[in-house]
């Protein structure tokens, strides 16, 4: 993986943590990136396209299932074009753990912003949760505003930096 793609994925996890969007226009410009690398280097575009597809769709039905947002499904279809066919349980098995990780400290965080200190509370009374988010902005309506988000990028971030580094 090249610098250019490292800068691209971690711009786009700066800008999920800070706004809960990812820009198309890094998206394109990632997934430009990449169609250049395969044909430069002449790689196996069937495998990058199968890749691509597959992240993509199951992505769109965790999207349908309201666990992903938009900018995730096209963010995951990216990663998967430039991970290919072959690779993809490997790197998805990276970002699962990663995620599962960042999840962990992320409600540890807004459970510590709400002056939670007994973690049974949340199992009697889960609508704690709601608007916990530390990013909550009261001027903001749509999706979030009374739910307990956590910014998926950089955990797709590091699950391609652990894939990269042991695969």
């Known amino acids: 993986m090249s610098i250019v793609f490292w800068f691209l994925l971690f711009v786009i996890s700066v800008k999920d943590l800070k706004d809960n969007k990812i820009p198309n226009i890094l998206l394109l410009?990632?997934?430009?990136y990449e169609c250049l690398?395969?044909?430069s280097s002449k790689g196996d575009l069937m495998s990058a396209l199968l890749g691509g597809l597959i992240f993509f769709m199951f992505s769109f039905v965790l999207y349908l299932l309201r666990a992903?947002?938009?900018g995730d499904v096209k963010l995951l279809g990216v990663i998967?074009?430039?991970a290919g066919f072959g690779n993809l349980v490997d790197m998805t098995l990276c970002i699962a753990i990663?995620?599962?990780i960042v999840a962990i400290f992320y409600l540890a965080y807004n459970l510590s912003f709400l002056g939670i200190t007994n973690l049974s509370i949340i199992f009697?009374?889960?609508?704690l949760l709601k608007g916990s988010n530390s990013n909550y902005n009261k001027s903001q309506v749509g999706r979030y505003t009374d739910k307990l988000t956590m910014p998926f990028a950089p955990c797709v971030l590091l699950g391609a930096a652990a894939y990269s580094l042991f695969y």
Do not use: D, E, K, V
């Open 80 to 82: 998967g074009f430039h």
């Open 98 to 100: 990663f995620s599962g």
């Open 37 to 39: 690398r395969l044909i």
């Open 29 to 32: 410009l990632m997934l430009a």
């Open 68 to 70: 992903l947002s938009p």
């Open 124 to 127: 009697t009374q889960p609508s």
